[in-house]
């Protein structure tokens, strides 16, 4: 069955210079490589400064079992190896969570992981999640007077204090603490930060700077981002609670539906038309106008490069691979971050010495 779509809908407004040539990629896409992002819920107990999830106008709610299991059979069935079970809203308000990881790890899902930002993580429910087969927690995490600055509302000594419980707990080893960086903290509060993560037995695992959730309308965004391929739309699938397949994890209104797995298969919706069309026109530089407003990939490759640069992330992702939880990433995809910084400090210099 074919999947139907308002093909005008993904007309590409907004055409650019091609992006950095990336002969990896077609218009096709191959599930064993790609991860399947599935919203249990879009709800959330948290407002935090850096997210738009307090002005979200899409309906909230939880994912019918019914739903959920379709897609992790025929998603399983498909390739996929990688879920994760999180997107926009808070995964520990799931009740069904550590049953639904079991579901998925019975299918044949190899790699299970969510984000978190850890308000109701207790020490039994990070066993209790553990047991059932999730394989890495990336929890959001701040220095201290970031994270209060940036989370109201939230008790921090409360936080902080059942963080601590978690100390004696075996299984915090599938932790992996995620730093959203939005530049309000001093390098000193940074090393107190990792040193309270230490203390706690907790490791930092990667770094983001806040990205603008393809919502810059400055003039300024298209050019910044004209350069960048962004892998997103063939590393994952993502699903919301109701099953309406959305273009990434930043399209958090669905702007562009590619489908409903409520009914669609997902071989269908991976293989549309439309979904074909977004990808080989992304190839050839000519993005949908969210794309053109996005920094995500910008910050993606500054990231991907720094990680590679770092001592920390090489050694943390050597213990997560020899521990089972995580695969090395490709070397390719490490010569190919460290030549995009290159490539772009060689063009800044070049519009220097023009001015
Ligand atoms: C949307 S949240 C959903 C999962 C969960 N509620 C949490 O906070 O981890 C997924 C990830 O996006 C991150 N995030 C939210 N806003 C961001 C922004 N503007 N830039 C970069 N990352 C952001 C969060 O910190 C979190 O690590
Ligand atoms: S970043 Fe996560 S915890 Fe914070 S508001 Fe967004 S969804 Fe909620
Ligand atoms: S560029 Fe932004 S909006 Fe477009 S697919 Fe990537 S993350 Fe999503």
């Given at each position: 069955m074919n999947v139907s779509h308002n093909t005008e809908q993904f007309e590409c407004v907004v055409p650019h210079?091609?992006?950095?040539?990336?002969?990896?990629?077609?218009e096709r896409v191959c599930p064993s490589k790609m991860t399947l992002r599935?919203?249990?819920?879009?709800?959330?107990?948290f407002r935090c400064t850096f997210c738009p999830h307090a002005s979200l106008k899409r309906s909230r709610g939880f994912m019918d079992d019914r739903i959920f299991e379709k897609i992790i059979t025929e998603g399983a069935a498909a390739g996929f190896r990688k879920a994760f079970?999180?997107?926009?809203?808070?995964?520990?308000?799931?009740?069904?969570l550590a049953r639904r990881i079991a579901f998925a790890k019975q299918a044949g899902f190899s790699n299970i992981a969510i984000f978190s930002?850890?308000?109701?993580?207790t020490s039994e429910w990070l066993s209790e999640l553990a047991k059932a087969?999730?394989?890495?927690?990336n929890l959001s995490l701040s220095p201290i007077r970031e994270f209060a600055e940036t989370r109201p509302g939230v008790c921090v000594e409360e936080f902080i204090e059942s963080l601590r419980?978690?100390?004696?707990?075996?299984?915090?080893?599938i932790i992996a603490v995620n730093y959203i960086k939005?530049?309000?903290?001093?390098p000193q509060e940074e090393k107190e930060f990792l040193a309270f993560l230490a203390s706690i037995g907790l490791r930092l695992f990667s770094t983001f700077d806040e990205h603008n959730w393809g919502r810059d309308d400055s003039a300024s965004a298209a050019p910044r981002v004209q350069n960048y391929l962004c892998p997103e739309l063939w590393v994952t699938l993502n699903v919301i609670w109701t099953g309406q397949v959305q273009?990434?994890?930043?399209d958090q209104e669905g702007?562009?539906?590619?489908?409903?797995?409520a009914e669609d298969s997902i071989t269908d919706v991976l293989e549309s038309e439309a979904w074909r069309r977004i990808r080989s026109n992304h190839l050839k530089g000519q993005f949908l106008a969210k794309c053109a407003k996005c920094d995500v990939p910008a910050k993606a490759a500054g990231r991907s490069a720094n990680m590679t640069l770092s001592c920390r992330y090489m050694l943390g992702m050597l213990r997560m691979y020899l521990s089972g939880t995580a695969s090395i990433p490709p070397l390719g995809s490490a010569i190919r971050a460290v030549g995009r910084i290159y490539w772009n400090a060689f063009k800044k210099s070049l519009s220097r010495a023009a001015r």
């Open positions: 210079v091609p992006a950095i040539w990336d002969n990896r990629r077609t599935i919203e249990t819920t879009n709800c959330c107990n079970l999180s997107n926009f809203g808070e995964p520990l308000l799931d009740k069904k930002n850890g308000s109701r993580l087969g999730l394989t890495t927690l419980t978690l100390r004696d707990n075996p299984d915090r080893k939005t530049g309000r903290s001093l273009l990434c994890c930043v702007e562009y539906v590619l489908g409903n797995l």
